[in-house]
């Protein structure tokens, strides 16, 4: 999915801000449980090292190159959560065997599809114009009148 988006966001820009969902997200993720148990955990580094930065700056383009609003950001990030609540959702339901594997995996490699899907109903669909009504059938001008042909001199006046 995230090459996907990658490739996408030449034409369709907030496209290609949706794979960030993803680790925004991660920083939470990451960010919360170190501050509430006051101690490290897998994963906490890269958080804030490579993610924090990288998503920063990449929500700051967004917003000021391609207009990416209050709303876009905040879908973002939503379907950030979402991809992580579906994961873990189906993990839990697979160790708990109320799913088996086809269904876990198959869960898992349309839930990277969902931020860009998201992204592309809620922002690019709303902004196509809708079609235009029919145009009434062109009526043929009339012809224009012939001009006389000039006369041609040969020099001498």
């Not at 799913?99 to 198959?106: D, R, S, W, Y």
Request: aromatic share 8%; charged share 15%; glycine share 8%.
């Amino acid at each position: 999915a995230g090459l996907l988006c990658a490739l996408l966001a030449k034409r369709w820009p907030l496209i290609g801000l949706s794979f960030f969902a993803v680790p925004l997200v991660n920083i939470v993720a990451h960010l919360g449980p170190a501050v509430a148990q006051q101690r490290y955990n897998p994963g906490l580094f890269t958080a804030l090292v490579l993610f924090l930065p990288l998503c920063l700056w990449t929500l700051i383009i967004a917003a000021r190159r391609y207009g990416a609003g209050v709303r876009t950001l905040a879908l973002v990030v939503a379907s950030g959560v979402a991809v992580h609540v579906i994961l873990m959702g189906s993990l839990l339901a697979y160790l708990r065997d109320f799913i088996g594997l086809i269904p876990l995996v198959a869960i898992q490699v349309l839930n990277g599809f969902l931020p860009a899907a998201v992204l592309y109903l809620a922002v690019y669909r709303q902004r196509q114009p809708a079609r235009p009504a029919a145009a009434a059938p062109r009526t043929p001008r009339p012809p224009r009148p012939r001009r006389p042909p000039r006369e041609e001199s040969d020099g001498r006046a």
